[in-house]
């Protein structure tokens, strides 16, 4: 699939090492806005897949699933990468690649699609804690167990792990920008639990499956 496009001419191999803890991968962006200009929403998703996984269920632990984000999620995130807003390995060259109206046309494509939970290991054994934790610091927003993409806060539970963690450690150093009611749930979080916390709230989320 990926090298269909290659071949096609419509994205160009990069190397990327270094995300979020992989060593390196051999990734592929670049997407030319002039000769996407016209696609169905369908050829627009393809260029995601070769990271995204089909229809954007993800095999890939560092890279999220996109299926079945809310669209309005999914157009914020896609402009903040745009702009650079949001902090990023790679979105941020993709994003600038599409137009407004293509990336409202795949906020629709994706939404649509079912949202695949990873299939990841987790420990049994402190899955209730977690869920307390969750309970009490997260769900007023991430509702369902993180589960609900209708909250527009993306999808915690049966998200990846490894991005999960990748995505706390970029709101915890700053680099991503929190809401100031979110900061101060992560914060009293932080404060009581501390990272052993965090790990039991991603223990829960990857239990989801
Ligand atoms: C080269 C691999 C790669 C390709 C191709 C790619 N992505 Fe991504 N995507 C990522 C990674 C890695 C992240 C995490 C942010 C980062 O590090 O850039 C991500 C994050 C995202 C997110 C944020 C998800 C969330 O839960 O917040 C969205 C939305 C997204 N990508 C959409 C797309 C769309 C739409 C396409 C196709 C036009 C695409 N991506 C193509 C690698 C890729
Ligand atoms: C007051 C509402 C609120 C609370 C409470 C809250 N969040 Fe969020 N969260 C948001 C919003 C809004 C977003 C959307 C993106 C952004 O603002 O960065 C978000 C996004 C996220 C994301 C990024 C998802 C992605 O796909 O990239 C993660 C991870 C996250 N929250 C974790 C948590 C955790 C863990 C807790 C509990 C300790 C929590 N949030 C509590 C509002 C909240």
């Not at 995300?19 to 000769?35: D, F, M, N, Y």
């Not at 996109?66 to 790679?90: C, D, H, W």
């Not at 749930?185 to 404060?191: H, Q, S, Y």
Request: glycine share 10%.
């Amino acid at each position: 699939m990926l090298s269909q496009y290659l071949k096609k001419g419509l994205l160009s191999a990069i190397i990327i090492t270094g995300i979020t803890g992989l060593s390196g991968i051999v990734v592929a962006s670049g997407a030319r806005p002039e000769v996407m200009e016209g696609a169905s929403a369908s050829m627009l998703a393809n260029s995601c897949a070769g990271c995204h996984g089909q229809n954007g269920a993800s095999n890939g632990p560092a890279i999220p699933s996109i299926a079945g984000l809310s669209s309005q999620y999914f157009i914020e995130t896609m402009t903040e990468f745009k702009s650079g807003k949001l902090p990023a390995t790679v979105m941020d060259r993709i994003a600038r690649g599409f137009s407004a109206r293509q990336i409202r046309l795949m906020a629709d494509y994706f939404s649509a699609q079912p949202f695949i939970r990873a299939k990841q290991k987790f420990d049994p054994k402190t899955i209730a804690v977690g869920a307390t934790l969750h309970q009490k610091y997260c769900e007023k927003c991430h509702n369902n167990a993180g589960q609900m993409a209708e909250d527009d806060t993306g999808i915690l539970g049966g998200q990846w792990t490894p991005y999960l963690a990748a995505t706390m450690q970029d709101y915890l150093s700053g680099r991503r920008e929190m809401t100031k009611k979110m900061r101060d749930k992560v914060e009293r979080l932080m404060d009581a639990r501390g990272d052993e916390g965090l790990k039991l709230l991603l223990n829960f989320y990857a239990s989801q499956q």
